[in-house]
């Protein structure tokens, strides 16, 4: 069972809106989606979770979520996008007896 | 609140050496806890968990070791280096399936 970040990297201007994209495969019912952002120094950093039994798109301050259950697909957008949001950023997914399951990320470059 | 430690944060090893890194929870008991690796420009691959004192479960063999013997210290070993090991290894622990993964800050290997 994967997660597919189709984007291995992207870029955006500083104050301009990225959408990041995240497909994943899994047979749970009830599940549990996430974005971590890893900056240079590597740690790993909670954007924003998803419950998959939740219709209502999670947000976080500047960034949110679309999530298509049916599509199974879990896009993160970043609003006003700013320097300090370069990064690598994973999308996860863990669900029933299932641990964590990471994409292989995506880059993000903000460009001044 | 919780806070989670890693040492080092950087080693440099011959091949053949043996290996212990450290990674230690603060502000809760009875964590999951976790050892990743992740490889130069890819995604995590999870190697251990453990969800109590001396339970320790191995999800891909490998030339790396863990042991919990404490509740919320979790040591990730080898007798004998391999170049293979080289990585950035993370620590994460949480409280259980249905909740977020913390990370520590990680640990930089490069075996030599």
């Known amino acids: 069972q994967t997660v597919t970040q189709s984007q291995p990297e992207m870029s955006v201007q500083e104050a301009e809106t990225v959408t990041l994209s995240c497909t994943y495969d899994?047979?749970?019912?009830?599940?549990?989606l996430f974005w971590y952002k890893q900056p240079p120094s590597r740690q790993m950093i909670l954007v924003i979770r998803?419950?998959?039994?939740?219709?209502q798109n999670a947000t976080e301050n500047r960034f949110s979520v679309n999530f298509q259950k049916a599509a199974k697909s879990f896009s993160l957008k970043i609003s006003d996008s700013q320097l300090g949001d370069a990064a690598m950023y994973f999308c996860?997914?863990?669900?029933?007896?299932?641990?964590?399951?990471f994409g292989k990320g995506t880059k993000l470059t903000v460009n001044p | 609140s919780q806070t989670i430690h890693q040492w080092p944060a950087t080693l440099v090893q011959p091949v053949g050496s043996p290996l212990s890194l450290e990674c230690t929870v603060e502000?809760?008991?009875?964590?999951?806890l976790y050892w990743y690796r992740q490889a130069a420009g890819r995604g995590l691959q999870l190697l251990f968990y453990?969800?109590?004192?001396?339970?320790i479960s191995s999800e891909v063999p490998q030339n790396l070791s863990a042991s919990r013997p404490q509740d919320r210290q979790f040591i990730l070993s080898s007798k004998k280096l391999l170049l293979s090991d080289s990585g950035f290894y993370l620590c994460?622990?949480?409280?259980?399936?249905?909740?977020?993964?913390?990370f520590g800050p990680g640990t930089r290997l490069t075996v030599l």
């Open positions: 996860a997914r863990q669900g029933g007896s299932e641990k964590l399951v």
């Open positions: 899994t047979s749970e019912s009830d599940y549990y």
């Open positions: 502000g809760t008991s009875n964590p999951n």
């Open positions: 994460a622990w949480d409280r259980g399936l249905s909740d977020t993964q913390y």
């Open positions: 998803q419950e998959a039994y939740k219709q």
């Open positions: 453990s969800v109590g004192i001396g339970q």
